[in-house]
């Protein structure tokens, strides 16, 4: 994100929430090329700017992060979320399988909803956390974080037996609506989408191209994801920045909706050293599966929900107008490190800068004043309650 929102975005927003490529388009010495999405050219002709992310050219802004953040909150926002890995696994025992390597209770899963899981190495760390959906054919649909989908693709086949099958869909692009007036902007472009609520998908048609939408999304707002063939993506695109509640948002708002959300960013708020007790994702774990164990580090995972972890990721407001942003440590009455900022920028919505941060499990009691130090200045911090803006979705009976 940018050292001050309201002059637009800096060089920091790649550096913060960068990837693992050093950001030469056309590929350095030693180093992969970056991967341009199918909507490439799309965004280039709506001005946006484009910023390596994820090991791709990405939009991080069109307008501006602030106008950008705040259309969607009051609006629909349109994002390309295509960087993103889309499986499917099928095979006889393919929820067994997968419920080896993740603590989600597949098995109880309703077809057609969404389940959020993790991705867990053996000492409990996380190596993703990911969208899955049960299909009606028995296979599993899995959208998984962009930065590290070859590392996941990868761990499936290491893991899962011959007899399981990963297809990649990387002919499938994938976009996002989100905001309170995307139902009424995609309803006119794809009807019927407006029955589906919350963690609820389905297969539509548009054009003569088979899409799966769901409505979900990674924002608080109300909103949906759709995974659309890559060749019919610029015309689905097109259709919804047709309607007059849509507009291009890119990478800056879309960091800072999902932080006002309380949504953790993988690589970022989540990591191999860090476990879901740990992260707050608790809900996570399915009650079947704790009773069971049966996924990679159940063991220690539950010892944590028991005895509490040693760090634990919490949302915090900082006095005063001066965000401070990931890497910030946080500090005892010595100046001593006992934590650190994982996230952090000025919210557009609540007109204040949050953060959120690992801190001392003593620390995380909501009220408790924490100090920040950073490029050596201290700041005062309180903890409170996420999300930071109360999440809109439409859920079933609202």
Avoid: C
């Avoid at 969208?131 to 290491?158: C, Q």
């Avoid at 976009?175 to 007036?181: D, H, M, R, S, Y």
């Avoid at 708020?269 to 996924?295: Q, W, Y």
Wanted: aromatic content about 6%; proline content about 6%.
């Amino acid at each position: 994100m940018s050292r001050d929102v309201h002059n637009g975005p800096t060089d920091e927003f790649t550096q913060a929430r960068g990837t693992e490529y050093s950001g030469d388009p056309d590929g350095g010495e030693g180093e992969p090329a970056l991967g341009k999405l199918p909507l490439d050219a799309w965004h280039r002709a709506r001005g946006g700017r484009m910023v390596p992310f994820a090991g791709y050219e990405m939009p991080v802004q069109y307008e501006g992060i602030m106008a950008e953040h705040l259309w969607t909150r009051e609006h629909a926002g349109l994002f390309d979320v295509s960087h993103m890995g889309q499986l499917v696994f099928s095979g006889e025992g393919v929820e067994a399988a997968l419920e080896g390597l993740m603590p989600a209770d597949i098995a109880a899963a309703k077809p057609s909803h969404p389940v959020y899981s993790l991705l867990l190495a053996e000492n409990g760390g996380i190596l993703d956390d990911l969208m899955l959906t049960k299909r009606d054919d028995g296979s599993i649909y899995m959208v998984v974080n962009g930065a590290t989908k070859w590392d996941d693709i990868a761990h499936f086949r290491e893991h899962l037996a011959d007899d399981i099958t990963l297809n990649h869909l990387d002919d499938q692009a994938l976009l996002a609506l989100q905001g309170p007036e995307a139902v009424t902007a995609l309803a006119r472009v794809i009807p019927g989408v407006g029955a589906l609520v919350f963690m609820q998908g389905a297969a539509f048609a548009w054009q003569g191209h088979d899409l799966w939408i769901s409505r979900s999304g990674y924002t608080g707002e109300d909103g949906f994801e759709i995974s659309v063939p890559a060749a019919a993506a610029e015309g689905l695109a097109d259709a919804l920045t047709a309607q007059a509640e849509v507009k291009p948002i890119g990478l800056g708002a879309r960091d800072s909706l999902r932080l006002e959300a309380d949504l953790p960013l993988y690589g970022h708020d989540l990591d191999e050293e860090t476990t879901p007790v740990s992260a707050s994702l608790g809900f996570a774990l399915k009650k079947r599966r704790r009773e069971e164990g049966g996924f990679p580090g159940h063991e220690r995972i539950l010892l944590e929900r028991e005895n509490g972890p040693i760090l634990k990721r919490v949302g915090l407001v900082i006095e005063g107008r001066q965000p401070v942003r990931e890497g910030a440590a946080v500090v005892d009455a010595e100046g001593t490190e006992v934590g650190r900022v994982t996230s952090g920028g000025f919210a557009p919505t609540v007109q204040k800068p949050i953060a959120m941060a690992y801190v001392p499990a003593a620390l995380a009691a909501v009220g408790t004043k924490i100090t920040l130090a950073q490029r050596g200045k201290v700041h005062i911090a309180e903890v409170v309650q996420m999300p930071f803006v109360p999440h809109r979705y439409v859920r079933k009976g609202a």
